[in-house]
């Protein structure tokens, strides 16, 4: 049997309108990772910007899917209490803020991230609540996009919008 290393990557967005930066890359506000103490960048995704640098930050994520982008239900993120922790959760709780964590595996033992790591899930949602003692942050995360601007039908559908198809 194979062993591995299970690694967690953390992606802060203060404004969900600007995810991407002008190459088309997304491009965190603040970004964590959970496994190694130097910064790492995330070379298994080709979909972020690759300078940017994934700090070390004590924290733990439950509530991923067995499969990516397959979760329903809340990602639970224990992250430890330190000062630009306490003010960036303060900002974001009322402020709707998007969060991406991804989970991945790679071989045991590798100094750096690897990019030949593989991906197992990746949640998206936003802080729907936290919580803050002594030693810890608690973020619950929802994987609603937007509570503040739901994602609801724009007009009530019809019997006679039924059946309806855009041909092409």
């Known amino acids: 049997m ?4 299970i690694l967690t990557f953390l992606e802060y967005y203060a404004d ?3 995810v991407l930066d002008s190459n ?4 965190p506000t603040n970004a964590y990772q959970n496994f190694y103490q130097s910064a790492q960048n995330l070379t298994a995704d080709s979909a972020i910007d690759q300078t940017m640098n994934f700090n070390y930050l004590a924290f733990d994520a439950s509530g991923f899917a067995s499969t990516e982008a397959s979760s329903i239900s809340d990602l639970t993120i224990n992250l430890a209490a330190t000062a630009s922790i306490i003010d960036l959760t303060d900002t974001a709780i009322g402020g709707d803020r998007l969060v991406i964590a991804s989970l991945y595996t790679q ?3 590798q100094d750096t991230f690897s990019n030949s790591a593989s991906l197992i899930c ?3 949602g936003t802080i729907d609540n936290a919580t803050v003692d002594d030693t810890t942050v608690t973020w619950t995360v ?4 937007s509570k503040q ?9 019809s019997s006679d919008l039924m059946g309806r ?3 092409t």
């Open 24 to 27: 088309g890359k997304r491009s």
């Open 107 to 109: 071989s045991i033992g």
């Open 2 to 5: 194979a062993n591995f290393d």
């Open 122 to 124: 990746r949640f998206t």
């Open 16 to 18: 969900k309108s600007s």
């Open 165 to 167: 198809f855009v041909a």
């Open 149 to 157: 601007k739901a994602q609801v039908p724009s007009r009530r559908i």
């Open 142 to 145: 929802s994987p609603a996009i």
